[in-house]
Every structure is written in C-alpha cells, then in structure tokens.
C-alpha cells in the first residue's frame, strides 16, 4: 500500500496490523477463523465489518441525493470515506496521521471549535492561531495563511461556536493556493443554505472534509462520523485508525437513520423554522446586543447583562455554552425543543427587564 507523501514518516516504517490488512485485502473467505472469538457468543461475538462497503455507499447516496451536486461530473466514491468514532476522532486522526510533532505548524481559526488546538497541544503539534476577521466572522487573512505554510488548516463551516459561515471562494482559494490540507468541518452542514465543500474533493486532493452523525443524524450516543477525502488520503488515514473504531451496533443504527431519513430531514427543517423564531425575539430583548446570523442548529447571542443573565441561566436550571473566553459576553445556545426554546427566551425576557 502506498502512503501519503504528506503523512508522517514513521508511518511507511509500520507494517500493516493484522485486522487492518482486512480492509486493503480483495480476499474472499466463508469461515474466518483467523480472530480467536467465541463462535457461541451471539450476535455480537464478531469483530465489527472493517469495511463498511455498503455503508459507505447507502450514505454517499443519500447525502447526495439531499444535497445534488451542482454539476453532474463529480464521482465521489466508497474509496473516499472513513468512518471514524464520531468527528472527534476524526480530528485526532487526522492530526496524528499528517502532522510531525514539534515539526509541523497547523493553522485554527478563532473564535472555533476547541477539540482541533486541543488534540494539536497533545500531539505536540505546533499551532496558529488566524482570526475569523468582519462583522459576520466571515474572512481569513489568505496572504498571512499562505505566507506560513501550515501543514493543514483546520476550517470549521459553519462555525462553531458563532454558527456563521465562511466567505464564497475562501476555501477553494486555499485549497488551490495552499501545499498543505485544507480540513473543512462540516458538522452542522445540513441546517446551511449554503452548498457543501464536498463537490470540490475532485478538483483537490488537499481537501479534507469531516462530517458527523452526532448533529443533525441525530445520533450522538452511536459515536459516528465520516472523513470525505482522495482516496491516498482515505487508505493512509485506514492504516493509523484502530481497527474497529465503529461497533456493530453503531453501524446498524446508521443504516437504519440512512435507511429512513424521512422524519430526521422534517426536524431539519423544524429546527430552522425555531432558529428563525429565536432569532427574532432575541433581537427584541433589551439585554441582547448582538445575535449572530446562524446557519446551524445554535446561536451565539452577545448578552448586554452577562454576568447576572448567566446567573439566572443556572437558577433556572438552563445551561447554555460560556463563550466569553472567546468573545466577550458571549454564549452559545443551541436550538432546542419548543418549550425549552420558550424556557430560555423567558429568561432572557426578563433578565431584559433587569
Ligand atoms: C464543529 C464540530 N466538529 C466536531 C464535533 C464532534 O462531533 P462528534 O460527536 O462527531 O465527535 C463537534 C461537536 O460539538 C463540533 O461542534
């Protein structure tokens, strides 16, 4: 198996572990006696599929058949997933995969998601920060990116913790402009109007995309998330994953969503009619300065009395995301349930009052 000229170098030392050669190998068995199991032990006594073939094409299906590409020529294949325990995992695997600790630079933006500084840190990855620059959060300063050269610059669209996304063109322009990767989370992709990176993976084979199956699947508990790359990347992240990342369980639950969308893609739709609603009272409340146009499924609010409305938050048993260490007075609220969306506004109404 060839290695990714980017990934670490250690890793084209390692030989291929056992389980893993399953996933490279086109060998057909009828008895697999080669895992030491307990043949007696029902219907979990086999390891997981290692391959996910069907899996992985029920999925590409459906999030094309959501979501159509713009133009017919975009062949996206199995050769181009991974699953992995949730993004989570993804981010972490992707990090230790490319990135030569103490070597390599990796690029986050700020204010965003915390888990890529944090797995970096640990991995002794070397870290810039580039602000996210205008009123809507929506530009990077291209030149300074490209005049340091990252390894891969982490992208989160949208954004979380601010829920707005990144200018048009930003990421193409990186992807073409940069030597490194370009990883794109799009974890909260399906509550946006906007269209997915995911049609440009032919055109760069420095695009990394993530997504997940813990926010608008809807399936947070069952640890699932996929990688969206070139199939050089997909096989070199295979060879550093653990084996069996997704259990048997996990991945029947995903075929079952896959399988019957119907009611998860009519709470897409409810969750941006209460999003458009929240945002609207929100702009009504005194104690509110700003809300952020969100295309997620949460909304960051920048409140007028934070300390006292963060008070009453917790009086009222309500907890929301402290985000002030990002910006100040900020919180994160996600979009909940009709009468919880009620409960949270009626603090907010009268810590306005206040
Ligand atoms: C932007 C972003 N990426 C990834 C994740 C992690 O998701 P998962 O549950 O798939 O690990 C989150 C979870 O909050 C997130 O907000």
Redesign the pocket.
């Known amino acids: 198996m060839i290695i990714h000229p980017k990934a670490r170098s250690l890793i084209s030392k390692l030989s291929l572990p056992n389980p893993i050669q399953k996933y490279f190998s086109n060998l057909d068995w009828e008895i697999d006696l080669s895992n030491n199991t307990n043949p007696y032990g029902g219907n979990f006594s086999e390891y997981p599929d290692v391959k996910q073939n069907e899996l992985k094409k029920l999925y590409l299906d459906t999030i094309l058949s959501i979501n159509p590409p713009p133009v017919n020529d975009i062949t996206l294949g199995i050769g181009n997933i991974l699953f992995t325990a949730?993004?989570?995992?993804g981010?972490d695997l992707i990090l230790r995969t490319f990135s030569e600790p103490k070597e390599d630079l990796v690029c986050v933006t700020s204010p965003s998601?915390s888990?890529y500084t944090h797995w970096a840190l640990i991995h002794g990855i070397r870290l810039q920060t580039m602000p996210l620059l205008g009123d809507n959060l929506a530009y990077l300063d291209i030149e300074t990116i490209l005049r340091i050269n990252p390894k891969m610059m982490f992208i989160?669209n949208p954004n979380?913790p601010t829920g707005t996304k990144i200018a048009p063109n930003t990421i193409e322009t990186l992807c073409h402009s940069m030597n490194g990767f370009v990883v794109v989370?799009e974890?909260?992709i399906e509550f946006s109007d906007d269209s997915s990176s995911l049609f440009c993976l032919n055109k760069y084979k420095n695009l990394i995309i993530?997504r997940?199956?813990?926010?608008a699947w809807g399936l947070?508990g069952i640890?699932c998330?996929a990688i969206l790359a070139d199939t050089s990347v997909i096989n070199t992240l295979r060879y550093v994953q653990l084996p069996f990342s997704i259990s048997t369980p996990s991945q029947t639950s995903v075929i079952a969503r896959l399988e019957d969308p119907k009611s998860t893609l009519e709470s897409w739709e409810k969750i941006k009619k209460s999003r458009t609603g929240l945002i609207e009272e929100l702009l009504t409340f005194k104690g509110v300065s700003t809300v952020f146009v969100s295309e997620t499924n949460f909304i960051m609010v920048i409140l007028k009395n934070f300390p006292q409305t963060m008070r009453l938050l917790s009086q009222q048993k309500i907890h929301v995301l402290d985000c002030s260490s990002s910006l100040p007075n900020a919180i994160r609220v996600s979009i909940g349930t009709e009468s919880q969306n009620q409960r949270f506004l009626e603090v907010i109404r009268f810590a306005s009052l206040a």
């Open positions: 949730g993004s989570m995992e981010i998601f888990a989160c979380n989370d974890a909260y993530l997940t199956f813990s926010k947070a640890r998330g």
